[in-house]
């Protein structure tokens, strides 16, 4: 088992910046890959950025440019600085972790950021 807590986020106005965090612990040792996810009201869950454990990473076209993934070994964590956020990007950003061993997925409980003047 994996567990996943988010943290960082917040209100913010537009044109603002945010760090989210991911904390893994647990079976994190199997894990390929990290990512975010985030939900919209009214919309699916969509990938915002992964990062292999290679540190490989990709990001949805509509934040390329703006929001960077990275990762701290050492601390089992995984980042998402968020920049010149907009209104759009409005949302709960889970955190998600991938076992290609086992075919297991986890999330985290997600956290609410809103942009908004």
């Known amino acids: 088992q994996v567990h996943l807590v988010e943290s960082g986020g917040g209100l913010v106005q537009p044109g603002g910046s945010l760090r989210l965090s991911c904390a893994a612990s647990?079976?994190?040792?199997?894990?390929?890959?990290m990512g975010w996810y985030r939900q919209a009201p009214g919309k699916q869950r969509e990938l915002v950025a992964g990062?292999?454990?290679?540190?490989?990473?990709n990001y949805a076209d509509s934040v390329k440019g703006r929001f960077t993934i990275s990762r701290d070994n050492a601390k089992n964590t995984i980042y998402l600085q968020t920049n010149s956020l907009k209104p759009e990007d409005t949302a709960v950003y889970y955190c998600?972790?991938?076992?290609?061993?086992?075919?297991?997925?986890?999330w985290g409980q997600g956290t609410q950021v809103t942009v908004s003047s």
């Open positions: 990062i292999t454990s290679g540190g490989s990473t």
């Open positions: 647990g079976s994190i040792f199997n894990i390929n890959v």
């Open positions: 998600n972790a991938v076992d290609f061993k086992y075919g297991s997925s986890y």
